[in-house]
Nanobody, 118 residues
Framework: QVQLVESGGGLVQAGGSLRLSCVGS????????MAWYRQAPGKQRDLVAR???????NYADSVKGRFTISRDNAKNTVYLQMNSLQPEDTGVYYC????????????WGQGTQVTVSS
């Protein structure tokens, strides 16, 4: 079954760092533009960062300069390095294909919870 498994979340103080990982199955993972999304409590799921199969990246303004998305296609894994975390970064983080992907969308995984305390 094609699936995504996110990990690496946790509780961290403001200014701290976390590295999230997302392992995917299926043949499209290594060729699709992949993305990380964040869903804050009571809010919709928003795009945080995306990365093409070739490594071109794009970030939401709120995380530019603090977050870095990367991928290892051989391992079917996408990463999100998060530095200088702030309380507003709190939420459940999910990975999936980028919006509008020609390959469609995976079934959403369970995500990984990130909580940043002030």
């Amino acid at each position: 079954q094609v699936q995504l498994v996110e990990s690496g979340g946790g509780l961290v103080q403001a200014g701290g760092s976390l590295r999230l990982s997302c392992v995917g199955s299926g043949s499209i993972f290594s060729i699709a533009t992949m993305a990380w999304y964040r869903q804050a409590p009571g809010k919709q799921r928003d795009l945080v960062a995306r990365i093409t199969s070739g490594g071109t990246t794009n970030y939401a303004d709120s995380v530019k300069g603090r977050f870095t998305i990367s991928r290892d296609n051989a391992k079917n894994t996408v990463y999100l390095q998060m530095n200088s975390l702030q309380p507003e970064d709190t939420g459940v983080y999910y990975c999936n294909t980028a919006p509008g992907s020609q390959y469609g969308r995976y079934v959403w995984g369970q995500g990984t919870q990130v909580t940043v305390s002030s």
